[in-house]
């Protein structure tokens, strides 16, 4: 390796990376092409379970030199959040041998809609997934059905949906899908649900597992407060936040007197 080059590794990609050799943080380091192109030629980095790349405005050709990275055969979180990823980039990482093991994958602020999350949904590259971050991204609908409904997420526990336009009709189908019976995580905040979408879910057979449900600064209404806090599916659930929703002060009494709510460690309403 040129001396140039080797120096250029060392100050840009070993110099961020922790003694222990598990967490290499780029994030908003100016990560580039070229800084990319230095990641490809280490030929190991097989120790590196973290990677941070979030903040450097990755896009086009960064993402398709990521996608060739060989050296990280142990990377289990991968974190791009804050980037101009939008679905040709989606496309692209969907395919990556780099995703293989991953746990932990993020891509929360992206401009990824419903053809990146087709693409990531139907990857075969993401069977170990357990962790989903696609907050703030405008995948809508039917980004929010394929998602749900895909078969190469067999692991999947927790499913970040925060500020992704899916309102209630990709509510409806992450609660009758059949394929999330093992998530334990949901987060749907400001997604312009109404009742609709919480009677669905609070009648979902599939969110029997929840732990964890998120549904702030929403649309929901009496109806729909009424049906979450006598949901039958919710009976393993342990921390609800449902606060900045259109619930009147009597029904949202009623919910702080429910079954449910006594057997909530964490309810966090108006």
């Not at 222990?20 to 780029?26: A, H, N, P």
């Not at 087709?118 to 929010?144: M, R, W, Y």
């Not at 659930?237 to 009147?248: A, G, T």
């Not at 002060?249 to 919910?255: A, F, G, L, Q, Y």
């Amino acid at each position: 390796m040129q001396e140039a080059v080797k120096s250029k590794l060392e100050q840009t990609i070993l110099a961020n990376l922790t003694p222990d050799g598990k967490l290499l943080d780029l994030e908003d380091k100016n990560i580039g092409p070229e800084e990319l192109r230095l990641l490809c030629d280490v030929e190991d980095l097989s120790s590196v379970k973290q990677l941070f790349l979030s903040q450097n405005q990755l896009c086009g050709e960064s993402i398709e030199i990521l996608s060739r990275v060989k050296g990280l055969t142990g990377l289990t979180s991968l974190y791009l959040n804050h980037n101009i990823i939008g679905d040709e980039e989606a496309k692209v990482l969907a395919g990556a041998d780099l995703l293989k093991n991953l746990k932990c994958l993020m891509l929360e602020a992206n401009n990824i809609g419903t053809q990146g999350a087709e693409a990531l949904a139907g990857s075969p590259n993401l069977k170990n997934l357990e962790v989903l971050f696609l907050d703030s991204n405008p995948i809508g609908p039917q980004g929010a059905r394929v998602v749900a409904c895909s078969e190469q997420l067999p692991h999947l526990q927790a499913l970040h949906l925060d500020s992704t336009g899916i309102g209630d009709e990709g509510i409806q189908a992450i609660a009758e899908s059949p394929c999330l019976t093992n998530l334990k995580k949901l987060y749907l905040c400001s997604n312009k649900m109404g009742d609709a979408g919480a009677i669905a879910l609070a009648k979902s057979a599939s969110l029997k597992n929840l732990k964890v449900l998120s549904i702030w600064r929403n649309e929901i209404r009496d109806e729909g407060g009424k049906a979450i806090a006598e949901s039958q599916t919710f009976m393993n659930l342990e921390r609800l936040y449902m606060s900045l929703n259109f619930i009147e002060r009597p029904v949202r009494k009623i919910i702080r007197g429910s079954e449910l709510a006594k057997r909530l460690t964490t309810l966090v309403m108006d």
